[in-house]
C-alpha cells in the first residue's frame, strides 16, 4: 500500500510557473507508475501526465503538453510535476496517483489517491 501527499499549489498569475510536488509513503515507490490528474468545478478528471518507474516514459495530456513536465525522484519516493506558461484553464484540484499498471494510472483507476491540492491561475 502506498499513501501520497501533494503540496505545491497556489495562486499564480497567468504566464507564472508552479511546481507541485507528491510524496509517497512506503519502500516501493519504484514499482509504481505515477500519474497527475485534475478537476475543475464543474468539469470531470482529467489525465495531466503519467511517469513510468524508472522515470524514462512519460506521457502528458493534450492540453499540457510543451508547458507542464513530470519528473520523479525514486531516492525521495517523490514525483513532481512543473508547470510553465499556466492559463486561467488550467486552474483545478491536482491530484496524483499511483498504480503498478500503467493503464490504470493513465485510464484515471488507480488504487491509490492522494488528497489533491489546489491550483488558481488568475487571469
Known amino acids: 500500500q502506498v499513501q501520497l501527499v501533494e503540496s505545491g499549489g497556489g495562486l499564480v498569475q497567468a504566464g507564472g510557473s508552479l511546481t507541485l510536488s507528491c510524496a509517497a509513503s512506503?519502500?516501493?515507490?519504484?514499482?509504481?507508475?505515477m500519474g497527475w490528474f485534475r478537476q475543475a468545478p464543474g468539469k470531470e478528471r482529467e489525465f495531466v501526465a503519467a511517469?513510468?518507474?524508472?522515470?524514462?516514459?512519460?506521457s502528458y495530456g493534450e492540453s499540457v503538453k510543451g508547458r507542464f513536465t513530470i519528473s520523479r525522484g525514486n531516492a525521495k519516493n517523490t514525483v513532481f510535476l512543473q508547470m510553465n506558461s499556466l492559463k486561467y484553464e488550467d486552474t483545478a484540484v491536482y491530484y496524483c496517483?499511483?498504480?503498478?499498471?500503467?493503464?490504470?494510472?493513465?485510464?484515471?483507476?488507480?488504487?491509490?489517491w492522494g488528497q489533491g491540492t489546489q491550483v488558481t491561475v488568475s487571469s
Open positions: 496517483a499511483a498504480d503498478e499498471d500503467p493503464s490504470t494510472v493513465i485510464g484515471g483507476t488507480s488504487d491509490y
Open positions: 511517469i513510468g518507474r524508472s522515470g524514462v516514459s512519460t
Open positions: 512506503g519502500r516501493t515507490f519504484s514499482r509504481y507508475v
